[in-house]
Every structure is written in C-alpha cells, then in structure tokens.
C-alpha cells in the first residue's frame, strides 16, 4: 500500500542517514536489500573505529556524528536536508544539554575546581609556558592529567562562545567571545572559596611576639596562688615569654604536671624544658651550673600513668551505664561530674565539657544546676570560650538560690555569686568590655574569693583596678572603689595597685604613670591581662591628659609635659589626637606650645537650649490636646485585616470607618 511503502522509505532513509562517512551510499543501498552483508557491516565497522579514533572527532556531539547521507539516498518526509559537511561547524564534546547536561558534569569522575582567565574579549592562545601561567590567578599550570580532564569533559562556555582543546597536555588555545572565561583543572583554588580574615586595628590587636627580661616576680608564690590546669596553663605562660624565668617555669610545670593524667603534657613540657637547657648552656655568657641539666623523661611513669587512666576510665564508664540501667538521676549525674574530672585530669577538654554538660539533664535541684554551671564556665575559660562562659553565668545567675536572695546572702551563695562574677569578669575583660569587667571584678567579696582553678584574689585587685582607671571618671572612682569597703581589702593584696589609684585621683599623674611603667613587665606574665596592657595603658594615659586639662581655659604645654614625664613634641601628638577624636574641645597653639580651650557662648548656649526645650513642650501639648479629642470623639483605628483573610463590614465597622473618614 501506499502509506507502508511511505513508511518504508523513511526507515531506510533514516538507515542511510545513519551510515558512516566511509560507506557509499550504493553499498548502503545494496546492504539494504539483502538485510545480511557481512563485508559491509565490518566496512562500517572499521569507518566508525577509524571516525572515534581522531582528536576531533571527539570533540563532536552525539547528534553530530550522524554522517550525511550519499547521493542516491533516500529521505523521509520529515527530514531536513543536512549542511555540506564543509561548512557544518564542529561543537565541543558536552555530556549534552540542559538537564543532560546538568547530570553529565554531576557524574563527572575527577575533582576538578574552577579557574578565572581574566582576559580581554579576543582570541586567546597560549603555549603552556609560564604566559599561560601567569594568565591563570590561583594556581600552578596544568598537569597532563588536567589537560586530559578539560579535554574529555568540555562544556560551552556560553552561546557564543566556541572552545578548541587539543589532546596535548599543557597546550591550549581559546577564542572566546566573553571578558573573563572559565577553565577546568585539578588542583586551582577557586576564589569564593578563599575567606580572607578581616584587618584587625593594630593598635587593639595583641602582641604575641613580646619578650620581658626584667621580671620583679616570685615564681614560687605566684604558682601557689592556683591549682590544676591553671597552674601549669600560667607557668607554660611565663616560660613562653620570659627567657631568665624559662627554666625554672617549666622545671616547676614539669613538676605540677605530673601529679595529674596529663601525658601529653608532661611531654611537651620536657620537651620545652631540653630545648630550654640546651640554648641556656649553648649561650655565650652561660655559667656552669650543676642544676642546668634537664630531668630524663620518665618513661616508666608516662607507661604506668596511660595504664591507670585508662583502666580508671573504662571503670568510671562501666559504673555510668549501670547507673543509666538503674534510672537513678542523682546517680547518672555524679556519673557524668566524675567522668569529666577524669577527662579534665587527663587534659582532654572537649570530652570534659561534653560530660559536665551532659549533666544537666539529671539535675533535680538549684544546687545541682549551679554546680553544673560552674563546672562548665571552668573548662570553657579553659578552652576560651568567652561566649560559652557568659552563657552559664547567666544561667547560674537565674537559678532561684541566687535569684531570689536579694538581702542578705548566707556564705555558700556569696562564695557562687564571686565565683561567677570573677568569671564574667574575665569573659569581659577577653572582649574587651573594661567598664564591663571592672563592674563585675568590684561585685566579688574579698572574704568568699576562693577560685584557685581561675584566678586568685591578687588578680581581682589587678583587673578590676587598671580597668576601673581606664574607664571610670572621677566620681565613679571615688564612689566604686577607693570608699568600696569590700574592694579596698583585695586592693591592700596589691599596694602598688592602691597607690596608682590613689595618685590618678589626687591627680598627680607623673607619679602615677611612672608606676604605671615598673609594674609593666609583671603585667605582661599574666595570659590574661597580658594582650590588653597597651590598651589600657593607653586609655589610662588619655584619660589623665583629660582630667589635667578640664579646669583651665589655657594650659602651658611645656608644663604639662613636665607633669606627664615626657616631650613637648610627643604631647602635642598626643593632643592632636585627642582632639580628632573630640575628647578634646581644645585648640594648639604650635608656636607658643599653649593649649587653649574652645570659647563656648554660655550665654547663646543656654538660649538655644531654651528654646529647644520650648519647641519639644509645644509638640508634646499639641499631641496631648490631639489625644483628648480623639478620646472626645470616640474615633477608633481598626488594625488592617490580615493576608489572606476577608473581614466582613459589620455595622460598628462601619460606623468606626466612617468616623475615622470624618
């Protein structure tokens, strides 16, 4: 019939269509017809293997492969007529388009990364030396294998872009009608991945790298003043920063240490201590002594110390289930506090803090919840965890044993509430927050101060006074901390704190900043005060250039240089940019070295001030007497409706609506 010959046609059309380039279309036509030609089959066979054989050839699309029919071919009905093969333009390989084209580079098999070429818009061609090196931001050239990655698996890099890739290793060219192109290679950095860390402000930025060669300190007394980690934690410190007391920091940290589980630690600190001895007896100037030699490494105990924690876990871990078994909340919480002792014995901090906070969920009364917290803020001040501390004081601080007890407190909450507020103390003072700090390090009582795990009483004096100088002006001194009963008892532990405070507010400032200066290098030992002592120096030193200048209309500059121990050239710096920053109203006089104050109108000032005040009593009576006729009137706003809802018109909305229209 007509209609199957009709089909017929088109199949073999389409058959013809789809024979290679190397097979004329007579074969073609005569394989047809007999349906079984083997020498035809392996003809095209061998033309289709000769065809994926050739680089280009490659680089085709599937639908492109298709070669173009002879010329006795026939062609269905629905059939274009394929372009010369002269002038077909041949496309790079793509796992295809679209949605194929999306799951073709999701099964991609090599990582590759992103590469930016930012080139102008023309043909680029490069030779894989160091020009195409440097044209590339991120990363070395590319290897072979990238080479053949970008070769295989090529996508277009837009509609009007065409790219050519030969298959040798290292060589590329491109001619791409975009700005900046997109190339693929193992191994590049691609740049949104790259976080770059904010500029810090150097002045507040801390200074790690600082070496103290004249230290006043007693190491002996100083190490009894904390137990634990914090003991060891400060002595690592001292040794890291202060060569003449490195030995002798770390004999004493070696010492403390090996009371504890911590392994790790030992060894690093004998570590420290051989490298510290064996520079000290290399040095120029060394003194044979006989106590130079560093203590062997024992590792007798380090073997028997593994052994006991270890045994000492799995029986604290055994003893943890069976009390889970038993459902007993008291039981699997002292579970967990035991547990995270062992931890923070052995040094492993993160499983100490994950136990003590596992704790919570077995606590059954506010003592529990606050030993809970305190247990907590200790490894989180231990770990840094500024955020973390703050968290749980808060926490503690709401409990009701606390919270509830505004009168007078017995000793054991008196005893927490310090414990916290020295621990706040440290969290602000970490972040910053002077005035913060100082308000919580004034807040602890000097009689229920027993927190040897962070800090001692000598260091609440510290803290709280240098930050009550920075941040605190005259009245709020003399109010918090000199008439402060409970203060001035931890301020007699530190006399030379005492008497800093006392000469910044009899304002005699040389004094008070040469003082300043001798206790600088002990300062400096403390790992927590240690990165704010430029900053509070520098806001103390401020404040007293503010205070000195506040009750004259002019200063000599030559004078004050006196009362500041320091040069008429450096102070006018100093004033320069106290005055920038506006903490100064004041004006220079560079050649008569005078300081003169600002001429304010008192007069015209107190007028306009009048007049403002004025001004706002006028709106506030109009907004009263507006208010009243509203009220008068009984004219009510109704709240829009909400999305999606339609409010039906009622007789008193209605009513409101047309009273509010009036």
């Known amino acids: 019939m007509k209609t199957s010959s009709g089909r017929r046609r088109g199949a073999e059309a389409r058959a013809g269509g789809a ?34 054989s050739t680089p280009r050839a490659r680089l085709m699309r599937p639908r492109d492969r298709r070669a173009p029919p002879g010329p006795g071919a026939r062609r269905g009905p629905f059939k274009r007529r394929p372009a010369p093969a002269a002038t077909r333009k041949q496309r790079p390989h793509c796992p295809g388009s679209g949605r194929r084209a999306a799951a073709g580079w999701a099964k991609m098999p090599l990582p590759v990364q992103v590469f930016n070429l930012q080139q102008p818009a023309s043909s680029v061609s490069g030779s894989g030396g160091a020009e195409s090196q440097d044209r590339m931001r991120g990363g070395p050239a590319p290897s072979a294998a990238a080479a053949a990655v970008a070769d ?29 192109c997109t190339l ?98 290399n040095a120029p100037d060394a003194i044979p002594e006989s106590g130079v030699e560093p203590p062997p490494l024992d590792t007798a105990w380090v073997e028997a110390t593994r052994k006991k924690a270890l045994l000492k876990l799995e029986k604290l871990d055994t003893d943890l289930k069976n009390y889970k078994g038993n459902s007993i909340k008291e039981s699997i919480r002292r579970g967990h506090d035991d547990l995270g002792d062992h931890y923070l014995d052995c040094g492993d901090l993160s499983n100490a803090l994950k136990c003590y906070s596992r704790a919570r969920d077995y606590c059954t009364s506010a003592k529990h919840v606050i030993n809970m917290c305190l247990n907590v803020i200790k490894v989180s001040v231990y770990l840094q965890n500024w955020s973390h501390v703050l968290s749980y004081v808060s926490k503690a601080e709401s409990t009701p ?33 002077y005035k913060q700090a100082a308000k919580c390090f004034l807040l602890a009582s000097f009689d229920h101060c027993d927190f040897p795990e962070l800090l001692s009483p000598s260091n609440v004096a510290v803290y709280g006074g240098l930050c009550a100088l920075a941040t605190f002006d005259r009245q709020e001194l003399q109010r918090n901390v000199i008439s402060s009963s409970s203060f001035k008892l931890f301020l007699e532990l530190e006399p030379q704190v005492r008497d800093i405070i006392f000469k910044f507010y009899e304002s005699k400032y040389a004094s008070c900043l040469k003082m300043l200066d001798e206790m600088k290098d002990n300062l400096l030992l403390d790992m927590y005060l240690a990165p704010h002592v430029r900053t509070l120096y520098t806001q103390i030193r401020n404040r007293a250039l503010i205070q000195y200048f506040s009750p004259y209309v002019s ?83 109704k709240s829009p409706p909400r999305e999606g809802s339609q409010g039906e018109l009622t007789p008193a909305n209605s009513q409101s609506r047309m009273s509010t229209n009036m």
């Open 152 to 180: 295989l698996y090529r996508a277009p890099l837009s509609s009007r872009s065409d790219v050519f890739l030969p298959g040798t290793a290292g060589d590329f060219s491109l001619s791409a009608s975009l700005s900046a």
């Open 184 to 281: 693929l290679y193992e191994g590049a950095v691609e740049p949104m991945q790259i976080d770059v860390d904010p500029q810090e402000d150097p002045q507040n930025a801390p200074d790690v790298n600082y070496v103290v060669e004249n230290p006043t300190l007693d190491l002996e007394q100083y190490a009894a003043s904390y137990s634990g980690l914090m003991r060891i934690e400060r002595l690592q410190f001292i040794a890291d920063h202060c060569p003449p007391l490195r030995v002798e920091a770390l004999k004493m940290a070696l010492s403390f240490v090996q009371r504890t589980f911590n392994v790790d630690m030992y060894e690093e600190i004998h570590r420290k201590l051989s490298e510290a001895t064996r520079e000290l007896q």
């Open 555 to 637: 200063a000599d500059m030559r004078k004050m240089a006196m009362a500041f121990n320091t040069t008429v050239a450096a102070l006018e710096d100093e004033l320069t940019q106290l005055i920038l920053e506006g903490l100064i109203n004041a004006r220079i006089d560079s050649h008569s070295k005078i300081l003169y104050a600002r001429d304010v109108d008192q007069r015209s000032t107190t007028f306009e001030k009048s007049l403002l005040m004025g001004k706002e009593f006028q709106r506030r009576a109009k907004a009263m007497i507006l208010r009243a006729a509203v009220l008068r009137n009984q004219i009510h706003v």
């Open 19 to 52: 024979r290679e380039p190397g097979v004329e279309a007579g074969a073609g036509a005569g394989a047809r017809g007999s349906g079984s030609s083997s020498s035809a089959a392996r003809a095209a066979a061998s033309a289709r293997q000769a065809r994926h």
């Open 401 to 433: 044993e606390i919270a509830e007890q505004r009168g007078e407190r017995d000793s054991q909450t008196q005893a927490i509430l310090t414990k916290l507020k020295c621990a706040a103390g440290l969290a602000e003072l970490a972040a910053r927050k």
